[in-house]
């Protein structure tokens, strides 16, 4: 590989890592107002999921599940949002959120609505503890 | 089966049928302001990607790979926004959608942004004969 791989400043800035799963690092948005995983693949330089060889997709696609599977289970959400968008940070990758018919961006989009809340570092700990736990096992 | 599929009804007024894929519908959002595809899975009471079965799925992840590669070859776009989210509808869908430095809710999400634009039918009908010529071959 010609780059090395490293997530893009702003993916460290507002999340945390949790485990580094095959193909992707597996991430905690520190927004405490919806439970939020980011899925960054190891690849340098790749934009968009078709820019993923096919292997590499199949694995993303795995991981995809995996992650909704764990976050629904463990957030008791309503609904899932899954997207690839990459408008701001061009890095490929994924977010994987949990919605409640009462958080505060409900039924739109999360992302640019009002202002981060951070966590409380015990409740945000324990989420990526039992993330990881229901994960890399 | 129990239920019989059938396309909701707010995605029915809001974009246009171009195919009949493997497992999904696809078909043309019809606002003008942005390039923008649906895969609408034909099963029924389904609504989350994580409720497919394993063999659907890997249907569905290829059909949004085709569909990606087609509307970015054909828009020529900057960058693809591939989302399922299903807040409003809950059927399961996934937008392919093609964005544009320069399209109205750049660098932001398309989804509750201003109010539709209508193409121009032969803009329309053409830009569904392409990406239905690309895909159904």
Chains 1, 2 share one sequence.
Not at 44 to 64: G, H, Q, S, T
């Amino acid at each position: 590989m010609e780059k090395e791989f490293k997530t893009a400043a702003r993916l460290e800035a507002e999340s945390m890592a949790i485990a580094k799963l095959p193909l992707s690092d597996l991430r905690l948005n520190t927004d405490a107002r919806f439970p939020w995983l980011i899925l960054v693949p190891r690849r340098p330089a790749v934009e968009e999921i078709i820019d993923l060889n096919a292997a590499d997709r199949a694995v993303l696609f795995d991981e995809i599940v995996r992650a909704s599977n764990s976050l629904k289970a463990i957030s008791g959400c309503e609904k899932l949002n899954v997207a690839a968008l990459g408008n701001m940070v061009r890095q490929l990758h994924v977010h994987v959120i949990a919605r409640f018919t009462d958080d505060p961006a409900w039924p739109g989009p999360v992302w640019g609505v009002g202002e981060a809340v951070a966590y409380d570092p015990p409740v945000r700990d324990k989420l990526i503890a039992r993330i990881r736990e229901d994960l890399v096992s």
